[in-house]
């Protein structure tokens, strides 16, 4: 009797110290920011979110809320701003969370997934949902299963993830979470992890975060106008441009990449509003606006059908004139004197950041039509650099010469944001322009090309896909984007006889 207890014994403690031994084995992400980007002592760390939370004027969401975007640097300059991303949160529950971040310190081509068992805050551990991350990391081979960005690199430790962790404790409370680190933010990666998470995220238990802040180290005007920007890209559903003039250096935002995957995850999980909550910069807090870091905080949510149409971009006939007008000015400058000509200032609708083409046409017979597809300047500034290129450097007619200046005419095509087309039906012939992506391969048509071109809407798709140098029918394929927009088009005289799918509308990419 006494062996047999000496055994049990013997076995409780054998399993005790495999306990002991199988917890110090786990590997677990330590706060590394503590003490700096936020209080180290926990109550006043719960006091200081609490804070930020009670304070955050937030409208009621009561439809599906799928993603958030927050800022992420110390909490005594962005915490405000985060507040309000993090108050929606109120009264619901999540299972899941995952948190898309940028690499600030170490560079590495992929999307790491954390490898480990948990994340830790000074609010307590928050355990890593393994089986979700393993699924993840072979969607895709951008995203892998790694420490890389999550753990300290030299004497720096990632801020980006860990800061928004306090506000999801304080919140939600108990979830299980998926860290990814962003090493490469290019529009493919972000895609790539965007598709990869909508196919994993089966029920409503999932939200999704993307960690980012906005211009960095401008003065305070300077600032706004960079970010609002952005901020209208986001509110426009516009995640192309957004990712293309965020790799540009055009906008600013150090997580661009996270909110464009985050928007591409959302849009496929239903989700089809962006709404501000509040936009802030650090001169608002600090009162130096002579450098300042912007922050805003967003929700991502599915919003009921609604019979309002968006308000289209107009122009006054006195502004379509004279755009037409630097159009024609900045062709001839450029014809005759080899140089670029300064459009005079103008009204706020053409300060505007805007893409937009120019066309030329000779006896009503395309002549050049050059343009940029996203928003990379001023309207009137993109229409007097687009009407020069297509004077001079459209590859597939030799340079207007000055003889012809004199019997050219002038058509200009303001674009509208992009949206990314759920079913080819909503493509409308005549109102809508298309782009069209696949990996490297990019095309552009007009909405004035279909019309011309006597064609209907599979012709028009099939036309967009030879435009991007692909087969006709990749409109068909799974890893084809295809993007429609509409154009505020205007012109001198006459538009061309014919424009061909070929030929039509080359693109100079930002």
Known sequence: MLRKKSIASVLVIMVVLCGIAACSQEKVRQAGVAGAFYPANPAELSKMVDGFLAKAQVPSINEPLIALIAPHAGYPFSGAVAGHSYAVLKNRKFHRVVIIAPSHYEAFPFSAVYDGDAYATPLGRIPVDKVFAAALAKQSASIRLSSRGHERSGEQAEHSLEVQL???????????????????????????????????????????????????????????????????????????????????????????????????????????????????????????????????????????????????????????????????????????????????????????????????????????????????????????????????????????????????????????????????????????????????????????????????RKTFLEGTARKAGLPPSAWKDDDTDIFQFSALVFNEGKPPKSITPEVSSPVKRP
Request: with cysteine; proline share 6%; charged share 20%.
């Open 166 to 456: 306090p506000f999801l404790q304080r919140t939600i409370g108990q979830f299980q979470l998926v860290p990814i680190i962003m090493g490469d933010q290019s529009y493919q990666a972000s895609r790539a992890l965007g598709v990869a998470l909508a196919k994993l995220i089966h029920d409503s238990d999932t939200l999704i975060v993307a960690s980012s802040d906005l211009s960095h180290y401008h003065p305070y005007d300077e600032a706004s106008t960079i970010d609002h920007n952005t901020l209208q890209a986001i509110e426009a559903w516009d995640y192309f441009n957004l990712s293309r003039n965020l790799q540009a250096r055009v906008w600013e935002a150090c997580g661009g990449g996270p909110i464009v995957a985050a928007m591409i995850a959302a849009e496929r999980l239903g989700a089809n509003r962006a709404q501000l909550l509040k936009y802030a910069n650090s001169g608002d807090v600090t009162g130096d606006r002579s450098r300042v870091v912007g922050y805003s905080a967003f929700a991502l949510y599915k919003a009921a059908p609604t019979n309002s149409v968006a308000r289209p971009f107009t122009l006054t006939p006195k502004e379509k004139q004279e755009l037409l007008s630097v159009a024609r000015k900045s062709a001839e400058t450029a014809v005759r004197e080899r140089k670029g000509y300064k459009p005079p200032a103008a009204s706020p609708a053409l300060q505007q950041d805007r893409g937009a083409f120019v066309t030329i046409t000779k006896n009503g017979e395309l002549r050049g039509c050059i343009g940029y597809v996203s928003p990379m300047q001023p309207l009137i500034e993109t229409v007097g650099d687009v009407a020069a290129l297509a004077a001079l450097q459209d590859p597939r007619f030799p340079p207007v010469t000055p003889a012809e200046l004199g019997e050219l005419q002038y058509e200009v095509s303001v674009l509208s944001s992009f949206r990314r087309v759920l079913d080819v039906r909503e493509i409308r012939v005549g109102q809508h322009g298309l782009l069209m992506k696949k990996g490297d391969h990019e095309g552009l048509l007009l909405p004035q090309v279909p019309v011309e071109a006597g064609w209907d």
